[in-house]
């Protein structure tokens, strides 16, 4: 049984109380009552945590030692996911049959995926007469958001203890104890003192000493754009390198002579899953005005396959919103886009129950590409479908928005959706369906972000290069 009273906060192996003693209240979104605690950290806990992961860094740490700590890692994430799982359904109102799966299985294949890279990846190599050395990048700030709670520290503090690097990391006040539960398997795993560090507080406090303290070398963070342009212009000043995975209006795009009803039930799916909670979710669906109303006909009898309710029910495929001012936001939005001329299909800005943050998974047609609900990421079930009349009008709308974090292509063959892919300003597209892959590159492109996650890729983020010249040839 997981605990949901968290009270210390965990610096240099130690559990250690706040400097202030202050805690916040997690609520559970279902029930909308307190069920547990994490400590309300301050500037100084975030000073003696950096301190902490000075100490712990050595960049000249071994290639086994750095795979050795990761394989203890997965190893005692895995025997923790269905504690995990509960504390994610409890936390952020994931109904349970995606946190046993989604929020929990995800990160166990992406920290497998990293330790697949680390296995055979070549941290030095020739370059003429140049010795290319890779080491680790040194102290790692990361500052994560609520909707995967898991997901989004695996991706950032796996790739970072295999590389070397040491993290102290600061997770969302939304879902912070699954978190704690995942620091905990880390103890487990035998860290040496101040590898891990985790500050909870608030993200004003706590993120911003982070992008700014001096003994700093890399903030990774994951959040909204607009935090997500504040942690980059702090880190700037100090010339601190910053990766940022940040919002997303992804466009789902139909072309004609794509199998509608495969391309429309699996496009209902994705913008839904998590609530709609999801940065990389198809937000927009883009249809042949010549098959539009078929399309319509199509969304509306997916949309009734997802019941909303108690997160705790394996029947339940939406939960509420994840904290009242989610759950507001998206209200503010559905209730806009119906003023600004939005055509509601189904759904709407009433609360489905009245005790918690549940929202019917709402659908507008004729969705301007240039309104607010067109342009901006809703980060709830809300799905605009968007009418095109070609495919050069298909590639303007999917390229409209400041965005480009995600998307799906679907057509009749393969070489035809490449071919519209390779024109869409995004980071990684579907095409007819094909399945995510955790060893892929994922980041975005414009807004959405600087960098990538997963991978090959996500993993040399967290390296430096240093380059040796040789006087001989060896
Ligand atoms: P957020 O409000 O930007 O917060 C993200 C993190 O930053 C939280 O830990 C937050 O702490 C902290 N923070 C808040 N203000 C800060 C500041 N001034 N300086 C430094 N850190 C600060 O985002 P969110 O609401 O948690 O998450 C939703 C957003 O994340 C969406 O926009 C979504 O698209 C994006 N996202 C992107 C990806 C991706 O991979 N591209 C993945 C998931 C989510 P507090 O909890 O204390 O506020």
């Known amino acids: 049984m997981p605990t949901y009273e968290r009270p210390l906060l965990f610096i240099d192996d130690q559990w250690v109380p706040p400097a202030d003693n202050g805690l916040i209240d997690v609520v559970d979104p279902a029930t909308e009552t307190v069920i547990g605690h994490v400590p309300a950290g301050g500037a100084a806990d975030v000073d003696a945590a950096v301190a902490a992961a000075r100490r712990a860094f050595d960049p000249t740490i071994g290639v086994a030692e750095r795979r050795e700590r990761l394989h203890r890692v997965i190893d005692a994430l895995e025997k923790r996911l269905p504690d995990i799982a509960e504390l994610i359904t409890a936390e952020m109102g994931a109904p349970v049959r995606i ?37 680790p990048y040194g102290v790692v700030a990361a500052i994560t958001p609520w909707n995967y709670p898991l997901y ?8 970072a203890i295999a590389a070397g690097c040491t993290v102290v990391l600061k997770p969302s006040n939304d879902a912070p104890l699954s978190v704690f539960e995942f620091v905990e398997a880390c103890q487990d795993a035998g860290l040496p003192p ?32 607009e935090v997500g342009a504040r942690v980059g212009e702090l880190a700037g000043r100090s010339v601190t390198k910053v990766a940022l995975e940040l919002g997303g209006k992804s466009a789902n795009v139909i072309l004609d002579g794509a199998d509608l009803a ?15 909670q999801t940065c990389m979710a198809w937000t927009r669906m883009v249809v042949p005005q010549s098959r ?52 509601l299909l189904v759904g709407g800005a009433e609360p489905v129950r009245d005790v918690g943050f549940f929202l019917a998974p709402t659908v507008f047609a004729d969705v301007d590409p240039a309104s607010e609900l067109g342009q901006e990421e809703v980060f709830g079930p809300v799905l605009a479908v ?45 095409i007819n369906g094909g399945a995510y892959n955790p060893l892929a590159p994922f980041g975005g492109y414009k807004k959405s972000g600087i960098g990538r996650e997963l991978g090959r890729f996500g993993f040399e983020e967290y390296l430096q290069t240093k380059s040796l010249q040789l006087k001989e040839r060896r």
Not at 102 to 130: H, M
Not at 262 to 276: D, M, P, R, S, Y
Not at 294 to 323: F, Q
């Open 152 to 159: 989004q520290v695996v991706a950032k503090v796996v790739p």
């Open 386 to 430: 968007i009418p095109y009349t070609d495919h050069d009008d298909a590639l303007r709308i999917a390229n409209a928005t400041p965005y480009g974090l995600s998307g799906a292509v679907w057509a009749a063959d393969d070489d035809t959706a490449i071919a519209f892919a390779r024109g869409v300003q995004t980071g990684q597209l579907d």
């Open 262 to 276: 495969t391309a429309v039930k699996v496009g209902v799916g994705n913008a839904f899953l998590n609530g709609g």
């Open 99 to 135: 946190a046993q799966t989604v929020q929990t299985q995800v990160p166990l294949a992406v920290a497998k995926g990293i330790a697949e890279v680390v296995d055979t990846f070549d941290f030095e190599e020739r370059i003429g007469n140049s010795l290319v050395l890779r080491e």
């Open 292 to 343: 539009y109303s078929e399309a319509l006909d199509l969304v509306e009898s997916a949309v009734g396959r997802y019941t909303v309710g108690d997160p705790w029910d394996p029947a339940t495929r939406i939960g509420p919103s994840a904290s009242r001012s989610q759950f507001d936001t998206v209200r503010g939005y559905i209730e806009r886009a119906q003023r600004d001329g939005a055509r």
């Open 194 to 225: 101040g590898v891990l560090n985790v500050v909870s507080g608030p993200g004003r406090v706590i993120g911003e000493r982070l992008a700014t303290h001096p003994d700093v070398d890399f903030v990774s963070f994951t959040g909204s754009t």
